[in-house]
């Protein structure tokens, strides 16, 4: 009898243990700009870039007692591309032709400065996370020159630990957020058609 309820109660234990730990996360955002942009060029070539600037594809970690087993990535493999395709979209829409090398042509550099997810440490569950987006934007037009910088953050609470879904839209959202800020932004559109 006490041989039963000693190893229901290692049982139990390791459970508690495994429900503690949360294993690390690979995401893989959708960016997508969340508002319409008024035309301002009449189709002149914009050279544009995007640039990973962060210094680690880690966000941060999702929590609980073991945090260090629970970093959440997204790589540069990942998402550069898929905001290269945002940013040319969003030049198209602000009346220019995107194009990869032009000569002469003005040219517009998006960073992702900072991508984070912080969640509260030391806590055995997860219960809320705040997720944050930086870009920067450097325009040059023949001498001209203009940069800014654009953030967003969402604070988000939780009834259980988020899974990778959930984290991966939220992720996405914050992104799109940030993002759609550059190219609102009326400085950008409008030095590139000077």
């Given at each position: ?136 934007s450097d325009v040059k037009n023949g001498g001209r020159t203009y940069s800014g910088r654009y953030g967003a953050s969402l604070d988000q609470r939780f009834g259980m630990a988020p899974n990778q879904e959930t984290n991966t839209k939220l992720v996405s959202d914050v992104l799109s957020d940030a993002l ?15």
């Amino acid at each position: 009898m006490l041989q039963r309820l000693l190893f229901g109660l290692i049982t139990v234990t390791s459970l508690t243990l495994v429900g503690c730990a949360h294993s690390p996360q690979q995401l893989s955002p959708q960016p997508k700009l969340t508002t319409q942009l008024a035309p301002v060029g009449r189709g002149q070539p914009v050279v544009v870039r995007v640039v990973d600037g962060r210094p680690s594809p880690t966000l941060g970690t999702r929590g609980g007692m073991y945090p260090e087993t629970s970093a959440i990535s997204v790589s540069s493999a990942d998402v550069i591309p898929k905001l290269q395709a945002q940013a040319e979209a969003a030049v198209r829409l602000l009346g220019y032709t995107p194009t990869s090398n032009a000569m002469n042509a003005p040219t517009l550099t998006v960073t992702l400065a900072e991508l984070k997810y912080q969640s509260p440490k030391d806590t055995m569950y997860v219960t809320e996370a705040t997720i944050g987006a930086t870009f920067r934007s450097d325009v040059k037009n023949g001498g001209r020159t203009y940069s800014g910088r654009y953030g967003a953050s969402l604070d988000q609470r939780f009834g259980m630990a988020p899974n990778q879904e959930t984290n991966t839209k939220l992720v996405s959202d914050v992104l799109s957020d940030a993002l759609t800020r550059v190219f609102q932004d009326p400085s950008v559109g409008r030095l590139l058609g000077e």
